[in-house]
Each structure stands twice: as C-alpha cells, then as structure tokens.
C-alpha cells in the first residue's frame, strides 16, 4: 500500500518487530537453522536383480533404473558406497515362476545368489531384501491362493517365515516383509530366532497402499498379478487411523522398523506414524510413479531435476521418515555430495 505522506511503498514495521527473513539473508545463515537434514546415508537405493553376468537392462518406465545380472552387483555395490549410500533393497526376478513361488526361499534362488555376492565383495553395505511372494507366483499375487483366487493369510505365513530364513541365511541384515499379511512380521521374527538369526532386523512394510503409484515397479519387478488386484490386504488409500493399527500391530509382533509406502500422497501418515511410534526407525518408500512423474516432467523441461528432486527427498525426512527407499538415491547422493 503506498504511504500517502511520503510516496513510499508499503507500512514499515516497528521497532523491535519480528523478522522472521533475518534467518533467510545469506547462505550460511540458511544452513546454519535447516531443521532437517539430508544425506547420503539416509537413502536405500532399490535393486533389481536378475540371473546372468554382465548385463544391465534399462527399464523404460523408470530412466535410469535398470535391472542388474548377480554379474554386475559388486560393481553397483561399489558405486553406491562411493557416493555415501550405505543400503540397498534387493528385489529377485527369478528364472521360472510357479504358483507357490518356490524359488522365492530356495538356497540358490536369484535373491539369495545377490545377497552372497553382495556381502563378498561389500561386506559393510547394508543389504535389505524384500521379503514377499508376488515377483516369484506365477499368478503374480503376494501369497499362496485358494480355490477361487483369494490370498489365504495363515498358509502364506509359513512361506514367508521360509523366505526370511533363506535370506539370512544368504547373509540380509535386515529382512522386509511387504505382503501386508496379518501375522507376518510375529511369524517371521520367531522363524529366524528359531534359526539363530537374531541378529537379522525385520523393517516391516506396516502401511502399503493400494496404490496406482506401483504401476513402473511392475515392469521392473515383472510382478504385475495376472487377474484381480491387491485391494484385499493392501490397505485403502482413504485411511489413516488403520495405519496406527497396523504399525502399532506390528510392533507388538517385534517389527525393528516401520515403512509407510507410497511417501508423497501419504505424507500425513508418516508423520502420525512416526508420532505414535517414535522409539523406532520409520522409512517412507518414494515409489516408482513418483519417481516417474518428477522424471517425465524433468525430461520435458518442466521441472529443474535437482531441485524438485532434493526437495522431495526432504520433505519425505521432514514428515518424520527417518530413511527414504528411493531410486533417485544415486543422482540425490551426488548432488549432495557436490553441494558440500
Ligand atoms: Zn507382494
């Protein structure tokens, strides 16, 4: 408004007025106050794994994700921790699928071969395994079914408590059930204590919608279910409180962490998650249609890459995640490491 007297534009404040913009002037002034930090170590950057020796496939919904042969691991591996990414998330495509996933929990199946070469040749990198049945079911669902296609909850437990063993087994140091199977973090704890793997820590995807942001992973994983969907255990979009059931359920069951998945439609759920469950690490999963949609937009020009994509990957942390399973890891931890 100008100021009628003077011709000045706009009132001043007073003396002694707050100034909230003080904090704001230089640079070094920003980064002196940032209430949340990102760093390299904060990501786990997602592989794909299938059987061979040198190959890396491109995925065409995902740029710059591709599935990697047993071959090519250490290699990444390497890569990754040279960039300060100290976790990864393996995902198995195996060889042959069958409607009771068998190779999901066989000693030499694709996951079990990665998590071996892995902890070779990198034995200080963090290696997390999905724990679930949809990428090795030929019928592509997360469990064992029944007569009319349902996923039967009791029967799955004992394949997925099998899945986790085999993994540890292989050397996983953390084990991630993602089926959103009622019992499944409770029956795969005791499966690996029985087998003296205390040691192995179950991150628990408590919250996984049902979501039409999965929709690039399926090509990746090749797990997309040939009839049907997965709205009977994954939850509605539309719920929050279920979440706190489900996370608080699991602790109980001795979940060591929590994941919410996706991240960016569900940031409010984070952040309740993360409050009624602080005494336990909490990872958000920025899922692949997330990661999409910033890169399609980025590739048209509409978007400035690192930047929408640093500030994601922040907004994630602010909401109350402590880790954040991504597939901009990688180009994130470089740009991180170039702004030092
Ligand atoms: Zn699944």
Redesign the pocket.
């Known amino acids: 408004m100008a100021d009628l007297d003077t011709g000045r534009v706009g009132a001043a404040l007073g003396p002694g007025a707050a100034r909230p913009r003080r904090w704001r002037r230089t640079s070094a002034l920003r980064d002196l106050v940032r209430e949340t930090p990102l760093a390299p170590d904060d990501l786990v950057y997602p592989l794909f794994v299938v059987d061979g020796r040198g190959e890396r496939t491109p995925i065409a919904s995902m740029p710059g994700v591709e599935q990697l042969s047993v071959g090519v691991l250490a290699d990444e591996a390497r890569a990754l921790l040279s960039l300060g990414i100290e976790a990864v998330l393996l995902f198995g495509i195996p060889e042959s699928k069958d409607a009771h996933g068998s190779e999901s929990h066989a000693e030499d199946g694709i996951v079990q071969q990665a998590i071996r070469v892995l902890k070779d040749a990198v034995p200080e990198l963090v290696v997390m395994t999905d724990v679930?049945?949809?990428?090795y079911t030929d019928h592509g669902h997360?469990g064992l079914l029944d007569a009319d296609g349902a996923v039967l909850n009791d029967e799955t437990l004992e394949i997925l408590a099998r899945i986790a063993v085999s993994h540890g087994e292989a050397g996983a140091d953390v084990v991630a059930p993602?089926?959103m199977i009622d019992g499944m973090v409770g029956a795969i704890r005791s499966a690996l204590d029985e087998d003296g793997l205390q040691g192995v820590a179950v991150l628990s995807y408590a919250v996984k919608y049902a979501s039409a942001f999965y929709g690039p992973f399926r090509e990746a994983a090749e797990?997309a279910p040939a009839f049907g969907d997965?709205r009977s255990h994954q939850m509605d979009p539309a719920n929050a409180r279920e979440a706190l059931r489900e996370a608080t359920l699991d602790v109980e069951q001795g979940a060591d962490g929590l994941v919410v998945k996706p991240a960016l439609g569900y940031l409010d759920v984070v952040r309740r998650v993360h409050e009624r469950h602080p005494e336990l690490p909490l990872a958000a999963y920025n899922v692949s249609g997330e990661y999409a949609m910033v890169k399609a937009a980025a590739a048209n020009g509409w978007l400035d890459e690192r930047a929408a994509v640093l500030e994601v990957l922040t907004g994630i942390r602010r909401a109350g995640a402590d880790l954040v399973v991504t597939y901009h890891a990688k180009d994130a931890a470089s740009w991180l490491q170039e702004a030092r």
């Open positions: 679930c049945m949809c990428e997360c993602s089926g797990g997965r």
